[in-house]
């Protein structure tokens, strides 16, 4: 792998984990400050809108180096980047759900969500790369 090529996967990394965090303890508080009825789903969304909005200011400045010509088109990318989004947070959610449904502890259902995170960003960076921030969204 050329040094410009591992010093992205290791800069994407580092940027992954800070939203993979991000989400994670975004969950962990709602749980902790609300342990009603649906606590653990709803605390799910709020940690993937968390993530979402921290990755996509990381994604746009350090990895894809990308600057909007103003407001609205910084939000029409960050709608296309959610779109994008769509499709990795059901792997996402999918794994920590079905952690949840296999082990039924916090720790296994962070675990699975951890992985699910993981694999998604894998997945959507190659999606962003080719229908966000390519040469189409300039």
């Given at each position: ?37 649906d606590s653990i ?14 990755k996509y200011i ?44 296999l082990f039924h ?34």
């Open positions: 792998m050329p040094f410009a090529a591992t010093k992205l996967a290791t800069v994407y990394t580092i940027l992954a984990l800070i939203a993979t965090a991000a989400n994670i303890g975004a969950q962990d508080l709602v749980v902790r400050a609300w342990s009603g009825q789903p709803i605390s799910v969304i709020v940690g993937t809108g968390v993530g979402l909005v921290v990381l994604d746009k400045r350090y990895i894809f180096r990308f600057r909007a010509n103003n407001a609205a088109h910084d939000l029409q990318t960050f709608l296309l980047y959610t779109v994008m989004g769509l499709v990795t947070t059901v792997i996402f959610w999918c794994f920590e759900f079905g952690f949840e449904h502890t916090s720790t296994m259902r962070y675990l699975g969500g951890i992985l699910g995170l993981a694999i998604g960003y894998v997945a959507k960076y190659h999606l962003d790369k080719r229908f966000v921030f390519g040469p189409r969204a300039a």
